[in-house]
């Protein structure tokens, strides 16, 4: 049966775990993933599809099942698996994507690698998942792609599919001209996204760059301006524009650019933290700590995270105020994102070294001034960890958005604690209230940390409470519903807006 909406994401919309040695497939379990605000967009349709890619030993095998039907919480809907080889994976996604595209995409030109590029792979993969979007696609249906490895889906499915409505969100900054036309392919991937009704991004500045390197390399004129909303510009902060292009004309065609920054759930985050076990888990870590405050950092083990970066300015705090030693901790999350790629054990190996340098250097049989966390943790107990900390350090040197920081604000029903952020995180210009500071800098990174720690109680109160209204009003609710919006403004599928279900 066609569908009237079809997500097109490399991310199969559920987990498959193994019970009893049979594979089943759970609901996905993140509450800020992407994936269950996604699926919150087939309640809106009669009909919904999902587009993926499975991994299999042998795509070719006919016992291999392309379509399933899934009902759940969100509704029923289908989902196309298409197979592909570990070789096409480490093509597709290892090589190309994070190894080519992933460092552009944040401005890191000197880890930008194309020689092991297999191009024609990744045109392989993103063809299959355009056909299977075209087969799933009523007429006029809205297909919707997301992200940086998908970037050819929207110029294939336009050939295929000249009646359906492309949307494509990008989950990741986008550079300057000057940046991204370093790619060899970077005409066929914008004329891809240039087949697009709507192209969305996180930031006003990402809108602005896509323009400019639009404009660099077709015959693009801006359609439409408008200016930034005052809630997404934050005065002095590096990713601020004062202005925004709303559509590009391009070869008879308007293509709308959307700005929606992603939130989160603020109803699921503030019904853990206020639940009597997260109290006592509270209770029980700031026991722990005595009078030591407690600094917590939270992000995957990447060079885009600034990890070694943090952990330098720490060491540079207790060296110049000895006065701190055993007064306060920091509590160093740092998840490994693929442990099969060396660039991100090399990351691990110097975030552990320096970590490793601290404690040796300060620390004592009673205090310990790193502990270095390099396994993920659920969710409930980081909520707990969110509600125990004095200061949440998120400095990444690049982010899209960065959601660690607003499941922090949002954990924080007491109205209490510190949020430190790079001005380089796109939440950095929605978060004002915030202490803003620039990971390249050490002056500024130590100084904010130490603001952080001495701040005085009625101004943490304070910014926390313009922060949480910040983070409540645009949750991931409102970026759904905003995301309707454009689609329908630039003549997609009509997708009422609806409530989401918490995953």
Known sequence: MPSD???????????????????????????????????????????????????????????????????????????????????????????????AFWPILHSFKEKYNYDRVEWPNFREVNWAFAEAAAREAAHGALVWVHDYNLWLVPGYLRKLRPDVRIAFFHHTPFPAADMFNVLPWRREIVESLLACDDVGFHIPRYAENFASVARSLCDVVVAARAPVPPHLYSDGTALSER???????????????????????????????????????????RE??????????????????????????????????????GKVRLMHVSVSANKNMTIYSDIQGEIEQAAGQINGRYGRLDWQPVA?????????????????????????????????????????TDDDGVLVLSEFAGAAVELHQAVITNPFSNRSMDTAILHALTMPAEERVSRMRQLRETVRTYDVKAWGNAVRDSHDHAGGASVRSVPQTAA
């Open 5 to 99: 909406l079809v997500i097109v994401y490399h991310r199969q919309p559920y987990e498959e775990v193994e019970v009893d040695g049979k594979i089943v497939l759970r609901e996905n379990k993140s509450p800020n993933g992407i994936v269950p605000t996604l699926k919150s967009f087939f309640g809106a349709v009669d009909r919904g599809s999902w587009v993926a890619w499975k991994l299999a030993e042998d795509p070719a095998n006919p016992d291999f099942e392309p379509v399933i039907e899934i009902t759940d919480d969100f509704g029923t809907y289908s989902v196309t698996r298409l197979p592909l080889s570990a070789a096409q994976v480490r093509e597709f996604y290892h090589v190309t994507s994070k190894e």
């Open 243 to 285: 202005g925004v292009p709303k559509a590009l004309s391009y070869e008879g065609r308007q293509v709308t650019l959307s700005v929606t920054p992603v939130g989160v759930d603020v109803g699921f985050i503030e019904d853990r933290a206020r639940r009597p076990e997260t109290d006592a888990r509270v209770k029980e870590i």
């Open 372 to 412: 270095l966390i390099s396994q993920a943790i659920p969710f409930e107990e980081l909520v707990s960890y969110y509600r125990a900390a004095d200061v949440a350090w998120i400095t990444p040197l690049a982010d899209g958005m960065n959601l660690v920081c607003k499941e922090f604000v949002a954990a924080r």
């Open 288 to 325: 722990d700590l005595g009078e030591a405050q407690l600094i917590l950092s939270v992000g995957r083990t990447d060079y885009t995270k600034g990890g070694v970066e943090q952990l330098a300015s720490f060491g540079r705090l207790l060296e110049a105020h000895p006065e701190l030693h």
